[in-house]
């Protein structure tokens, strides 16, 4: 399955604006947490691809997903995923990717009129940070639509956002290092 979305790393007054406004123009929104479980091996193999193995778990259902990126340019990202769906939390997968730690997002959706797409306002909480992530994801075609939201909503669209996942293993490479300890 193919994806394109718009990424945005907001401050925290900057996030709750826009998502205000994005409900008053938008209407229609959901909410719900997620939880992603991040895999990759000692090495860092996958992360250093630009590839992402996590299993997905929304309420009582967990998918493995694979995702790996096919081009960036500023903020917006596509990329190719594969997901099936699973029973349980493995703790190793394909005898070597570890289960690495876990990121936690409340998630509010807010629904595009025309089935375009829809615009995920995250509040992600990871190895002791909680950062604030605004994703405009949209069917193929809908680029300009996607532009008018990031023009109605007053985004930055020039400054390139690094996904969940490499914010993950980058802090948890600090981790890592020690660095985190020399700083406490």
């Known amino acids: 399955m193919i994806e394109k979305e718009y990424k945005f790393l907001l401050d925290k007054e900057q996030f709750f604006k826009i998502q205000r406004a994005a409900k008053n123009i938008f209407k229609h929104n ?3 947490l997620q939880i992603n479980y991040y895999y990759d091996d000692e090495n860092g193999s996958l992360s250093k691809q630009d590839t992402t193995l ?5 309420g009582d259902s967990l998918l493995l997903q694979k995702k790996w990126h096919i081009m960036k340019s500023g903020t917006a990202v596509v990329s ?13 997968i394909d005898d070597k990717y570890c289960l ?3 990121l936690v997002t409340q998630r509010v959706r807010v629904f595009m009129k025309d089935s375009s797409g829809y615009i995920d306002f995250d509040r992600n909480y990871y190895l002791g940070v909680c950062d604030y992530e605004v994703e405009i994801e ?11 939201c990031i023009s109605l909503l007053k985004l930055d669209s020039t400054s ?19 660095k985190i300890d020399d700083e406490i």
Do not use: C, W, Y
């Not at 690094?162 to 981790?175: A, D, V």
């Open 80 to 92: 190719d995923e594969t997901e099936a769906e699973i029973t349980s939390l493995p703790n190793v």
């Open 138 to 148: 949209i069917t193929s075609g809908a680029e300009k639509i996607a532009e008018k």
């Open 100 to 102: 690495m730690g876990s």
């Open 30 to 32: 959901t909410k719900f």
């Open 54 to 58: 996590r299993v997905r778990q929304m």
């Open 160 to 178: 390139a956002v690094k996904g969940k996942s490499t914010r993950f293993f980058e802090k948890l490479h600090l981790f890592g290092k020690g």
